[in-house]
Nanobody
């Protein structure tokens, strides 16, 4: 059974940085992709970053390109979302998802289902 554990959220001031971690365990099907979703208050989950768990591909949404970076350390079974120059509008719950297909936006699930795995989400608050 695949499990994802998310950590690294917190409260920071504008301009500061945070690194979120998503540690996976279990047997992930081949060619699955890890995605980072952001859920702003009252909104659906928005895909902001993705990375292949086996190959070299990764992507950042246009809106966050230049500020966010997605990384992977397979030796630690962990993916990271490095967020720099944080803004108040980055305040949200951040989710980690592993699936065969990632949608640009979707209703944030409350747990994992068959071949669609989610971590528990972590709150990021950017405020003075």
């Amino acid at each position: 059974q695949v499990q994802l554990v998310v950590s690294g959220g917190g409260m920071v001031q504008p301009g500061e940085s945070l690194r979120l971690s998503c540690k996976w365990s279990g047997d992930i099907p081949n060619l699955y992709i890890l995605g980072w979703y952001r859920q702003s208050p009252g909104e659906k989950c928005e895909l902001i970053a993705s990375i292949s768990l086996t190959g070299g591909g990764s992507a950042i949404s246009d809106s966050e390109n230049g500020r966010f970076t997605v990384l992977r350390d397979n030796a630690k079974n962990t993916a990271y979302l490095q967020m720099n120059s944080l803004k108040p509008e980055d305040t949200a719950v951040y989710h980690c998802n592993v699936a065969g297909l990632l949608l640009a936006t979707r209703t944030c699930p409350t747990g994992s289902s068959f071949n669609d795995y989610w971590g528990q989400g972590t709150q990021v608050t950017v405020s003075r």
